[in-house]
């Protein structure tokens, strides 16, 4: 094998991730193109109901226990410091900012009353959910830490942003009646509830905190108190949600905020380009903080007015904003709207697939990108994004010259642009600065750039997926643009999200572009019963270990990681006809279970008389039934070897989880865990009985050294 290294492109895609898995909030960059990132890391014992949980809210009573971290990377993706703030309960990060002297400012929510506080505004934390603003400096020492919303309800953060001097602007939601207010800006009605978040009135909070973060120099809420669904009773007794979601704040000192009403009655300006409607609005505060340049909403679609008894179904949300030194701002987000107001000239002036007369339930969403003038009166330009299925824009980022990048989710195989990523789940597209046609445009793997997006002062992109996926492109060298080699990311080969963790023994798969053969070449087993550790020109090493490979491709290569591999942090390296990529930075568990499936998603499993489990063939409670597996951890063998009916070793553990609660949790019988004969060591399968549902439900989760695959089920009959 030759070590010698090529010369790529100075970009990279680096995974962030520890012993606890990351959950990516916001990203953003320094004068000298260090990366920072914030969010969430899940910290309590792993159980098959906290893996991936929404845990936005409360309500969720399997949500782990997560901190929030910081992380800083330098200019070639090394890892700078690293910063976490933890209480006892669900911390989370949402928006991350710089100033120019390098304090970095997130914010967020918290439900831990011990949440680390330093020269707090409210030292109270509300009930539930509540806001905080930190302010760290550029080493990672924290400067202040506050509570902020109000103390009498739930508040959160999901939008920060910072001026020259080191003033903070922030803005989400409130349901507390007693949120800072201050002369000359909305100070809209909220109430919580009696039953949590059902019931309850929330508003767009926004608010100005001095640098030092020891006065709130304004706040206000901006609410819609009037109902917006149909003639039912349910309607009327459900909640009105107002929120802000992104803030952006210009030279001279204005604050923008984005965000979204599900009710009427929003408090806009005259001359603004809406003055009536429902879902997505953008607010400008003069830099006084004494009033409302202007208030706009951006349509009126509505599908939920169609309904007796729901709520109502905004036909336009906004999701992400930007500001720029003449006081435009930028917008992007999602639109089932045919009335969305895309300019004339705009690179697509209409919604992909028209609603059927308006009516419930809406089309597929189209992304939005939009530039609004400085009186909030009219569109510069306004553009439709999208294909036949839904797309959503969740991150935007404009450069010095008002060319706009956007990211976010899509589900069109038509998407506009190149499909770098056949099949892929998420978008990276630039628009040029009048919105008129794409410099660039991709479909790429889902939890790599959707999760958070900024531009720096050189133009390079720096990029995160949801899972710890951290990315810094060049100009002229984003995905498909440029010819080197780039590895995306690892999977489990048996499903799961892309991100950068491996398992002894695991079957995985790495993602990318140009990683091999532009003919794919599978595999097979050698006269001594190996798989080969060079295929078609490619190795892979990790932790230094050659790994046996089962298929290589352009954009696609599976191999199974070494059995030898210790748990913590390793790097992986890819070579191809002698020259070697960077390495990857990898996190080695003790084991990541994960069950195969078939193409449609189902679990592959063989009934107890050896025919496929299906919905016409289901397996009957208390017979047995096979599945194959990997990631179980260390197995006895040796590394790419094929599987000859070894020992039954018990790897596993097969859990059922119908009861949606830890507390319910059941095993059930096993009769062999061990490896799979006829096939690679590293897969396992597992004869189990099959367990009765449990109050209806039936749901059933794999379990090795401690560890949980997500939940899958079977077909059954009793």
Known sequence: MTSATAAFATDYTTYIGDTYPYRVGAIATDTTGNTYITGSRDVSPPSPFNYDLPIANDLYSNAPQTDVFVSKLDSSGNLSWLVTLSGKGLDQANSIAIDSSGNIYIAGWTTSADFPLQRPIQSTPGTGQTAFLTKFAPDGAMLYSTFLGGTKGKS??????????????????????????????????????????????????????????????????????????????????????????????????????????????????????????????????????????????????????????????????????????????????????????????????????????????????????????????????????????????????????GNVWVSGITGSPDFPGASVWPGGGEFLTELNSSGTALSYSAVLPANFVAAALTVDAGGQVHAAGH????????????????????LFG???AAGGVMAGRIAPGELISLYGLHLGPA??????FNAAGFLPTTLAGVQVMIGGILAPLLYVSDTQINAVAPLELAPGSTGLRLVLNGVSLPDFRGMVDIAAPQVFRSADGTVAAINQNGTLNSLTNPAKVGSYVSIWATGAGHLPGVDGQMAFGQ????????????????????????????????????????????????????????????????????????
């Open 156 to 401: 959160f953060l999901t939008g920060v942003a910072v001026d020259s001097v080191g003033n903070a602007y922030v803005t989400s939601s409130t349901t507390s009646t007693d949120y800072p207010h201050t002369p000359g800006l909305p100070a809209g009605t909220v109430f919580e509830g009696a039953f949590g978040a059902f019931g309850s009135d929330s508003g767009a909070f926004f608010a100005k905190i001095a640098p030092a973060g020891d006065r709130i120099l304004y706040a206000g809420v901006l609410t819609g108190p009037q109902h917006a669904c149909g003639a039912g009773s349910t309607c009327f007794e459900s909640s009105i949600v107002t929120s802000g979601t992104a803030i952006a704040v210009d030279p001279a000192g204005n604050a923008y905020i984005a965000g979204n009403t599900f009710g009427l009655g929003l408090p806009t300006t005259p001359g603004a380009l809406r003055t009536q409607g429902i879902g997505a609005f953008v607010a400008k505060v003069n830099s006084a903080g004494t009033g409302l340049v202007y208030l706009t909403l951006l349509g009126a679609a509505n599908y939920g007015a169609n309904l007796d008894e729901t709520d109502s179904v905004p036909g336009n949300l906004v999701f992400a904003i930007a500001a720029d030194r003449d006081g435009n701002a930028y917008i992007a987000g999602s639109t089932t709207d045919p009335a969305f107001p895309a300019t004339p000239s705009a690179f697509q002036t209409a919604l992909s697939v028209a609603p059927v007369n308006n009516l419930y339930p809406p089309p597929p969403s189209d992304a939005f990108v939009a530039k609004l003038d400085p009186t909030g009166s009219a569109m510069v330009w306004a553009t439709f994004l999208g294909g036949k299925s839904s797309d959503q824009a969740q991150n935007l980022a404009a450069d010095s010259a």
């Open 467 to 486: 899972n710890g996926l951290v990315s810094l492109f060049t100009p002229g060298s984003v995905p498909g643009q440029g010819s080197p080699p780039r």
């Open 490 to 492: 690892i999977a489990s």
């Open 519 to 524: 003919t794919p070449v599978p595999a097979s």
């Open 647 to 718: 020992q039954n070793f018990f790897c596993c553990q097969v859990y059922n989880t119908a009861g949606f609660s830890d507390a319910y949790l059941t095993t059930t019988a096993v009769s062999y865990a061990a490896g799979a004969p006829g096939i690679v060591n590293g897969v396992v399968q597992i004869v189990f009985q099959v367990p009765p549902p449990f109050n209806g439900f039936f749901g059933l989760s794999l379990g090795a050294a401690g560890r949980f695959s997500d939940i899958f089920s079977i077909f059954v009959t009793p």
